[in-house]
């Protein structure tokens, strides 16, 4: 099986592609960065890409997002999630790429026998999906938020706006017109239920509901 590996950590990613050599595994590319990534599964037509979620140029979720927009170009593509944590906002997405079938998402620090993990990777290729329970948990939690009914583009423009951006700047930041993220903002008000009122602001409050998910210690 070929594999395209993407870890910014560089003794991980040595140690990674070491072991799936031993396994039988062949990593045609093993890279640090989301646009290298990207880059190496287009050239090398992989049968699976492992990869971490934090990773440059942000340091944020852009190996994940890779992930996605690799999923999305090509739903038969076996790709696994490797992260020290969960990641909300693209994990369902990730998870629901492909009709669920040849995905995994492991935690790090739970992966505690080798040969689990390879099986692990084997049953994504062979279009199992592999879902550490906790990743499960924790976005069944996250399902209870009002945060979770908006898309993901709904919650980009939901953080912009609570960063005090104007449509007109969201727009330009998002590549948009200016009736696209009117559009937005209204379907984001109105699944938060945020109803027309003569003595409320609604786009404030739906800041609010935004700040009270990022840093529930604010609450």
Known sequence: MRVVLAE???????????????????????????PQLLRAAAEHSPDLVVTDIRMPP??????LRAAV????????????????????????????SGGGVGVGYLLKDRVVDVEDFVAALRRVVAGGTVIDPQVVRRLLNRQSSPIARLSQREREVLALVAEGHSNAAIART????????????????????????????????????YLRERFPELS
């Open 69 to 96: 927009r690799l999923r999305r170009d090509d739903p038969g593509l076996a790709v696994v999630a490797l992260s020290q944590y969960v990641q909300h906002g693209y994990a369902a997405e990730l998870l629901d």
């Open 174 to 209: 998002l590549v948009l017109s200016e009736a696209s993220i009117g559009k937005h903002i209204g379907n984001i008000l109105a699944k938060l239920d945020l109803t027309p009122t003569d003595d409320t602001n609604r786009r404030v409050l739906a800041v609010l509901t």
């Open 58 to 63: 942000t340091f944020t979720d852009d190996g």
């Open 8 to 34: 910014d950590g560089v003794l991980l990613r040595e140690g990674l592609a070491g072991l799936l050599d031993r396994f039988g595994f062949t990593v045609v590319a093993s890279v640090g960065d989301a």
